[in-house]
């Protein structure tokens, strides 16, 4: 199992970026999957999380211009980033709850994705 990111880049202040992160291997289902960044210097924070069934929350930093989303049929976790400012500034990662199989059995573990850059200047 893992999770691909993609889409990052280099925005001016006020521009948007649309985030993807794809999950692969024998999955089984996934649970909750979320997003989370780390400035230069800084500690790994929660963007935002999305449940299987749609539930959201935000970090209040970006409540109001980052939107996320799932679509369960493509594995695929995505998040859409408006009204960027230059603290947005980070290394994007994508994570989920992944139940996969293993022979006959079912496991379940937690995954990270491998970063992405997002840099917001003008």
């Known amino acids: 199992v893992q999770l691909q990111a993609s889409g990052g880049g280099l925005v001016q202040p006020g521009g948007s970026l649309r985030l993807s992160c794809a999950a692969s291997?024998?999955?089984?289902?996934?649970?909750?999957m979320g997003w989370y960044r780390q400035a230069p210097g800084k500690q790994r924070e929660l963007v935002a999380i999305?449940?299987?069934?749609?539930?959201?929350n935000y970090a209040d930093s970006v409540k109001g211009r980052f939107t996320i989303s799932r679509d369960n049929a493509k594995n695929t976790v995505y998040l859409q980033m408006n009204s960027l400012k230059p603290e947005d500034t980070a290394v994007y990662y994508c994570?989920?709850?992944?139940?996969?199989?293993?022979?006959?059995?079912?496991?379940?573990?937690?995954?990270w994705g491998q970063g992405t850059q997002v840099t917001v200047s003008s």
């Open positions: 291997g024998s999955i089984f289902s996934i649970n909750a």
């Open positions: 994570n989920a709850d992944i139940t996969y199989y293993s022979g006959s059995y079912v496991y379940t573990n937690n995954y």
């Open positions: 999305i449940t299987r069934g749609g539930s959201t």
